[in-house]
């Protein structure tokens, strides 16, 4: 079992950057591969960010390429995504999330999700 808990959120002006953190509970973090999705209003929960165990490859929707980088540190097993650049259409529930491949969480394929933190970005 595995808790995530994903902090970081907030309000933030367009242009700005915001670093979510996302901390996980239990002793097999690092067997993870860990994700970002994002959710607006009336839309669905979109993949953001995938990266591996080991922290060596990392994959990005085509929205966020080049603004967002996600990282991860399994010493203190927490994930993290700095966004910059933000625009209004970043205004979303910002969800981590558990997986088995990185592949796999682009298909939605997820073991665990965390709660979620809200980002909204203003003009």
């Known amino acids: 079992q595995v808790q995530l808990v994903e902090s970081g959120g907030g309000l933030v002006q367009a242009g700005g950057s915001l670093r979510l953190s996302c901390a996980a509970s239990g002793r097999t973090f690092s067997g993870y591969a860990m994700g970002w999705f994002r959710q607006a209003p009336g839309k669905q929960r979109d993949f953001i960010s995938s990266i591996t165990t080991r922290g060596t490859g990392t994959y990005y929707a085509d929205s966020v390429k080049g603004r967002f980088t996600i990282s991860r540190d399994n010493a203190k097993n927490t994930v993290y995504l700095q966004m910059n650049s933000l625009d209004l259409d970043d205004t979303a529930v910002y969800y981590c999330?558990?997986?088995?491949?990185?592949?796999?969480?682009?298909?939605?394929?997820?073991?665990?999700w965390g709660q979620g933190t809200q980002v909204t970005v203003s003009s």
């Open positions: 999330a558990a997986g088995t491949t990185v592949l796999g969480l682009m298909r939605r394929e997820v073991h665990y």
